[in-house]
């Protein structure tokens, strides 16, 4: 049998417990429990809230990349328009010139344009993600108003909350 004694003072005798079949709890015995359980749960709310920060953090650095990987395809896109533009160019005054050009010749071409793009684009990306790491919003929209001749009306994306309103403040 259990017993659990709440009176205060006590209304049953510490010695039942020693009864065989008999276990007595007093208001003490049940604080022991409480704090014990107080604490359990405590640290489980410390470890959830560990977990929770951790994927907020993956979550942040997620959605940044995402924005400046926004930027950086536009970036790429405008520089496939004008790389489009300049081998047709080419291609046009190629064929003035010689008359034909082979298609082993076009793809030489185009395959050195893309490495130009390429190679040209490969350290402002760098500088984009890094910038989105950084929360540097305002480097972001600089380099789309550079890279894209298009973009009038503020970024494609919103900003993580109050980077926005910082970023196009220092334009």
Do not use: H, N
Request: proline share 5%.
């Amino acid at each position: 049998a259990v017993v659990v004694d709440l009176a205060q003072p006590r209304d049953v005798a510490p010695e039942a417990d020693d009864e065989p079949g008999i276990a007595v709890y007093d208001l003490a015995d049940l604080e022991s429990v409480t704090e014990s359980t107080r604490e359990q749960r405590e640290d489980a709310a410390r470890q959830v809230e560990a977990m929770l920060e951790a994927e907020f953090q993956r979550l942040l650095a997620q959605y940044k990349r995402k924005r400046a990987d926004e930027v950086i395809a536009r970036m790429y896109e405008s520089a496939d328009r004008l790389k489009a533009r300049e081998v047709s160019t080419a291609l046009s005054q190629l064929e003035a010139g010689d008359g034909d050009v082979s298609d082993e010749q076009r793809e030489v071409l185009e395959s050195m344009a893309d490495a130009l793009v390429s190679q040209l684009l490969a350290a402002p990306t760098r500088s984009l993600r890094d910038a989105a790491e950084q929360d540097d919003w305002s480097t972001i929209a600089t380099a789309l108003e550079l890279f894209d001749p298009e973009f009038e009306d503020g970024m494609p994306f919103d900003a993580p909350p109050g980077e926005l309103a910082s970023a196009e403040s220092e334009d």
